[in-house]
Nanobody, 122 residues
């Protein structure tokens, strides 16, 4: 089993920045991609970003391209999401995910964290 714990959420004004982090524990995520989903109030969960095991391949939702950057430290089993230029519509609970390749983790990840709240004030 894999446990994912997010940190770094909070309240920020529109145009500001936040950095989310996720630490994985349990079995080693050897060759597993990691990523982030989010769920806004009244909406379905949606894919945000994913990164391959060695960090070479990254994927982003169109809505965050150019503003968010995903990175990981495979030796430490951590993944980060740097969010710049935040907009009101980025307000959501952000979930760390892992499991499978970058395509799998972007569609149906195997493991989910508990989520961290990001609130952007307009």
């Amino acid at each position: 089993q894999v446990q994912l714990v997010e940190s770094g959420g909070g309240l920020v004004q529109a145009g500001g920045s936040l950095r989310l982090s996720c630490a994985a524990s349990g079995r080693a995520l050897s060759s597993d991609a990691m990523g982030w989903f989010r769920q806004a109030p009244g909406k379905e969960r949606e894919f945000v970003a994913a990164i391959s095991w060695v960090g070479v391949i990254t994927k982003y939702a169109d809505s965050v391209k150019g503003r968010f950057t995903i990175s990981r430290d495979s030796a430490k089993n951590t993944v980060n999401l740097q969010m710049n230029g935040l907009k009101f519509e980025d307000t959501a609970v952000y979930y760390c995910v892992a499991g499978g390749g970058t395509t799998t983790v972007a569609v149906q990840p195997l493991y989910w964290g508990q989520g961290t709240q990001v609130t952007v004030s307009s």
